[in-house]
């Protein structure tokens, strides 16, 4: 079974809802144009609901909106979430999207920043796309991984490319095999008998004290794991912790975040 290798800590669950915060400011036009009163909606890996209440107040409690989140923790948080909302109509399943299988069909199905923790993306959640209706919309916006920390406009993040972004991120190997899978997704949506009908990459800022501290978090939660298996050396890991923190606490200059590979797909057999 694939695992959220980042799991579900305390640590992760708060850096999941600041993650979850910075990424609805980008989704916001996608979700705008193609959710409106009346869809039955499916969310996979919905994590903390960012996106799921954004796309809950475009349905207006007409149509439906599942969410599919195995973390348990993450789970229960959106069920308290929804049962203090104003919202009828979002049903939060604490599956694995990999095996579960619908007995239901949709007119959406959204999955943002999910994809690049599956081992083999687009097989594990082949039962949703054929639930999904004809003419219904896959929405999926991924992170551009290889391509964080790549900016010219800020030196300390280009050290972090400097020391190899994915020699970090290839940590024990669990997220290489889908580490590309946002520069793949056309090439696949097509394979899976999609047309493609908007693509494009957006880019927010991490402003806040607070949203730039996910990027420490980070580095706290990883520091054992990218020692031992020598992704960075002691030196190497002290001399950024001390640049990221030094940034983090800087307040005018905001951090280019990883920039999101968004794409609206038709089903079209
Ligand atoms: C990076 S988070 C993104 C959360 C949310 N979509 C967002 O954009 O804020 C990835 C989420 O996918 C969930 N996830 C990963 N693999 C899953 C699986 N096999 N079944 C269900 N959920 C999964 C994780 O638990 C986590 O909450």
Redesign the pocket.
């Known amino acids: 079974?694939?695992?959220?290798y980042?799991g579900?800590s305390e640590g992760e669950f708060n850096r999941?809802k600041i993650?979850?915060n910075v990424?609805n400011r980008t989704s916001t036009t996608i979700i705008d144009q193609f959710f409106y009163p009346g869809l039955d909606v499916v969310?996979?890996?919905?994590?903390?609901?960012?996106?799921s209440f954004m796309i809950a107040q475009k349905l207006l409690n007409e149509g439906s909106l599942r969410c599919?989140?195995?973390?348990e923790r993450?789970a229960e948080y959106l069920q308290n979430q929804v049962k203090s909302s104003i919202f009828t109509n979002i049903d939060i399943y604490p599956?694995?999207?990999?095996t579960?299988k619908p007995n239901f069909s949709f007119d959406r199905l959204y999955?943002?920043?999910?994809l690049h923790?599956?081992k083999a993306p687009f097989p594990?959640i082949s039962s949703f796309i054929s639930s999904l209706k004809v003419g219904g919309l896959m929405v999926i916006?991924e992170p551009l991984i290889r391509y964080t920390g790549q900016l010219p406009t800020n030196s300390i993040l280009m050290k972090w490319g400097e020391l190899n972004f994915q020699r970090i991120m290839d940590v024990g190997g669990k997220l290489a095999v889908s580490l590309d899978i946002a520069e793949k997704l056309k090439e696949y949506v097509e394979k899976y008998g999609f047309k493609v009908i908007v693509q494009h990459i957006s880019q927010t800022n991490l402003k806040l004290k607070e949203e730039k501290s996910i990027l420490t978090q980070w580095l706290d939660m990883h520091r054992d794991e990218l020692l031992r298996k020598k992704a960075v050396n002691q030196s190497e890991f002290d001399d950024l912790y001390i640049q990221m923190k030094k940034l983090v606490s800087c307040k005018d200059e905001p951090v280019f975040y990883v920039p999101m590979m968004q794409i609206v797909a038709q089903k079209v057999v």
């Open positions: 079974m694939d695992e959220y980042l579900s999941l993650q979850s990424f969310e996979l890996g919905s994590g903390v609901g960012g996106a599919f989140e195995r973390e993450y599956e694995d999207i990999t579960y999955i943002r920043a999910v923790h599956l594990s916006e």
